[in-house]
């Protein structure tokens, strides 16, 4: 165990339908990252977190939109759903966002968009 | 340009024998982390070994080790004694350090291990 928290563990939805997806990461870690895992993409960085504040965008669509609140926990949502979004949501934390900081990653959330 | 290049996509290879993943990688950065993870068929993604790049030694972690060659900048994971266990996909990945708001983990494409009875 991670220690990293993710939960829907699966989730099925409609095309156009908006989802949240919610992680809370280890005791402690600051940062938080969010990756999508798709069949024809491999493992994509979508955004990252620290302390509160966005510290780094990847492939993110605009359609996606995240947020780390006070407590620590994020969430990403997705809205306008289209087929090609069905894939593996990973959320990770570390202690701090150095390049020697392990991310721990929770067992992720798997998106069916029918 | 990759930035990690994982050349094999499947292994098979006998329970109990030693076995070697590939991962070749490309930065100027001078300050950059190598990870290793597994991911089951389960789906979840395990954090096996990390290797820094100012580290003077191979990192070791139970039946794991990274074969770390700088100039080659390749950091290949070796698996000792494979068990039925260790069948999954695994994935190479590298963080670089010194650009701020590149603290991405940046995955090979991964190569699937199958350990034979």
């Known amino acids: 165990d991670s220690g990293v928290t993710q939960t829907p563990k699966h989730l099925i939805t409609a095309t156009g339908q908006r989802v949240t997806l919610r992680c809370s990461p280890r005791?402690?870690?600051?940062?938080v990252y969010w990756y999508q895992q798709s069949l024809d993409q491999g493992l994509q960085f979508l955004i990252q977190y620290y302390n509160g504040e966005e510290r780094a965008k990847g492939n993110i669509l605009e359609r996606f939109s995240a947020q780390q609140f006070p407590d620590l926990h994020s969430e990403l949502n997705l809205s306008s759903l289209e087929l090609g979004d069905s894939a593996l949501y990973f959320c990770?934390?570390?202690?701090?966002?150095?390049?020697?900081?392990?991310?721990?990653f929770g067992a992720g959330t798997r998106l069916s968009v029918l | 340009a990759q930035k990690i290049t994982q050349t094999q996509p499947g292994m098979f290879v006998q329970e109990k024998e030693a076995v070697t993943l590939d991962c070749t990688y490309d930065t100027s950065d001078p300050s950059y982390g190598l990870f290793w993870y597994k991911q089951p068929s389960s789906g979840e993604m395990i954090f096996l070994i990390y290797?820094?790049?100012?580290?003077?030694q191979n990192a070791t972690e139970g039946r794991y080790s990274l074969n770390f060659q700088k100039a080659r900048k390749s950091a290949n994971l070796v698996i000792s004694a494979s068990q039925l266990g260790d069948s999954a996909m695994y994935f190479c990945?590298?963080?670089?350090?010194?650009?701020?708001?590149?603290?991405?983990?940046?995955f090979g494409t991964g190569t699937r291990l199958t350990i034979i009875p």
């Open positions: 005791s402690g870690d600051l940062s």
């Open positions: 290797q820094g790049s100012y580290d003077q």
């Open positions: 990770a934390s570390s202690v701090e966002d150095r390049a020697m900081d392990i991310q721990y």
């Open positions: 990945a590298m963080r670089e350090g010194r650009v701020f708001g590149n603290e991405k983990l940046t």
